[in-house]
């Protein structure tokens, strides 16, 4: 009997010390990212590298892993203010800041040197990714809503990096599709700030252009969702070297920014959460589509 429940009582410890790990490293975030990087290298890609996959995808979640964990180090005492991130593992104590810098720095590592068996300028925009999400953007959030600017670049990498990874160039190719992220960041996260405004502010961060939830916000949303939807169909002019995209993929990615602008505008009328959570649901339903969009379009019209 003893024996089983010692069994039993291991098997619960490891279960969370398993879900720590995962929110330490934000699995769910890195997902995301291995899509974006997955579609970037399809982009790019003349033949298709099962063995190069594989490392980009593994190396993606190493980076998205050591980015997170150093930022949950930096914010351990901020997470613990805010009722969205009171109960990660290190606010909570269940996760040491030691274990957890080790985790942060292996991952760094193991990223850098995972990327760099893809190509060296891999490797090298992998870190650069880090280093700005960790030290730069991270230390920002409680001083400026500018943080959300410079956040965008290491955000808008990962598109731009399944390029490089299959073609060890950085040209005018993938420099289009870290725009097509980058103007995209700011109505997805300015979404998330106006939904977690109050509790942000608890722990100091103000992330919402204006500082505040109102028609100012709404409006620079509006603003950035018409320049990512002009930047995501720029290729069908054919000025962007080798990266394409025929009149009717264009007139599709159109019409799902279409649908994303109306729920800005939408959230500009009623500036209420309600409408922001909904402009963040398609703000992620739009990046995803025009993802698939592009690399069907690839396949399908050569």
């Known amino acids: 009997m003893k024996t089983a ?28 990212v291995v899509f974006s990087s997955v579609a970037g290298y399809l982009l790019g890609a003349e033949t298709i590298s099962i063995y190069t996959l594989l490392l980009l995808a593994l190396g993606g979640y190493f980076m998205v892993g050591a980015s997170n964990a150093f930022n949950q180090v930096i914010e351990k005492d901020l997470d613990a203010l805010m009722k969205r991130t009171q109960n990660r593992p290190l ?32 490797a090298m925009f992998g870190a650069i990714s880090i280093f700005l999400y960790a030290c730069v953007y991270t230390p920002l959030k409680t001083k400026t809503p500018l943080a959300v600017f410079v956040g965008a670049f290491p955000g808008a990498i990962p598109f ?7 073609t060890n160039n ?29 509790d942000y ?9 204006t ?3 109102d028609k100012g916000t709404a409006m620079q ?19 962007t070297g080798d990266l394409h995209l025929s009149v009717v993929a264009a ?12 729920f800005a505008f939408k959230l500009y009328h009623k500036r209420d959460n309600k409408s922001a959570r909904n402009l963040m649901l398609a703000s992620v339903t739009y990046i995803t589509l025009i993802q698939i969009i592009y690399v069907a379009d690839k396949f399908i019209a050569g």
Request: hydrophobic share 55%.
């Open 5 to 32: 429940l010692n069994t039993i009582s291991k098997s619960n410890s490891f279960s969370i010390a398993f879900e720590d790990f995962k929110q330490l490293t934000k699995v769910g975030l890195a997902a995301s």
């Open 91 to 122: 606010p909570a104590g269940r996760v040491s800041v030691p274990v957890a810098m080790f985790i942060a720095i292996a991952f760094t590592i193991l990223g850098v040197i995972t990327l760099y068996y893809v190509n060296p300028k891999t």
């Open 160 to 166: 731009m990096l399944g390029w490089v990874a299959a």
């Open 170 to 198: 950085f040209g005018i190719e993938p420099g289009m599709l870290f725009m097509i992220q980058f103007f995209w960041q700011f109505p997805h996260f300015w979404a998330i700030g106006w939904v977690l405004h109050d």
């Open 201 to 209: 502010k608890k722990g100091g961060f103000n992330l919402l252009p």
């Open 211 to 213: 500082g505040e939830r």
């Open 221 to 239: 949303i509006i603003m950035y969702t018409f320049w990512m939807m002009i930047t995501a169909i720029f290729p069908v002019t054919g000025l």
């Open 251 to 262: 007139v599709l990615i159109t019409l799902c920014g279409i649908g994303m602008l109306l």
